[in-house]
């Protein structure tokens, strides 16, 4: 039997569990099981009444999480008509898996594509110094419905589009990221995971009842205008995405310069 890809740590006596993407070698892209793993990992979440915080990161240091492997899901078939997509990441944040326990990210490293899922579904962001964010959808034919959905929420307008439309030509810095709100608070490179825990410690310490609760109300503020926008994705990702083999003609190109912001 393989080793799990997502690692996770409890402890009891603070009440915090730290979930680890653990396929360093790979950026810590997302496999088909470990997207069926982080799922169950989520959902397993609501029945541990000891765990009252929790924080997401990835191993390695190299990146937080770079996305989809698309080795791992070349073969998935797709349903033809174009107002539908199977997703694998789509259940991979702990919202979509009705956990309601705050949720930290730790990001260390590249942040891209894919990684928005989780990042969206988090209530705020601790970054390394040296830690990036970008989404190469773009510029590799594909549509960047999702991931822009998620990170509007967090973003203002301006800067979520340039993001997605700049592609991999550009990556935002943890300090512009942090002057745009998408991330709470800078660490020292390798700090992140030691700060995003220290705060977690900190929620956990809180009546739980009192915690859910206010989660529960800040999410519904973007639930509104949220499920609206996914319910146009999946058409819109059929309908503009370049067919996979002229997207992997795109992805041969990889490796070119680009600047941080």
Known sequence: MSAPLIRTERDKETGVAVVTLDRAEKHNA?????????????RG???????????VTGAGGRAFCT????????????????????DPLLAIGPKANDLWKPVIAAVEGMACGGAFYLIGEAEFVV??????????????????????????Q??????IA???????????????????????????????????????T???????????????ALWSVTEASRAPALSHAP????????????????FTGRGKGYRTR
Request: a negative charge; zero cysteines; hydrophobic letters at 40%.
């Open 30 to 42: 997302i496999t088909l099981d470990m997207a069926r793993e982080l799922a169950a990992v989520w």
């Open 45 to 55: 979440f609501r029945y541990e009444d000891e765990i009252r915080a929790i924080v």
């Open 67 to 86: 996305g989809i492997d698309r080795d791992a899901v070349a073969d998935i078939p797709q349903p033809s008509s174009p107002y539908t997509i199977d």
């Open 127 to 152: 970054a390394g110094e040296d830690a990036t964010f970008f989404d190469p959808h773009t510029t590799y034919g594909m549509v960047s419905a999702f991931e822009t959905i998620h990170m509007a």
């Open 154 to 159: 967090r973003m203002p307008y301006g800067e």
């Open 162 to 200: 340039r993001m997605a439309l700049m592609g991999s030509a550009e990556r935002i810095s943890a300090r512009r990221a942090y002057e745009t709100g998408l991330v709470s608070e800078v660490t020292e490179t390798g700090g992140a995971l030691e700060a995003a825990v220290r705060a977690a």
């Open 202 to 216: 900190v929620v956990a310490g809180h009546p739980t009842e009192a915690v859910q609760g206010t989660v529960r």
């Open 235 to 250: 058409h819109l990702v059929t309908l503009g995405n370049l067919p996979p083999e002229r997207q992997a003609g795109l």
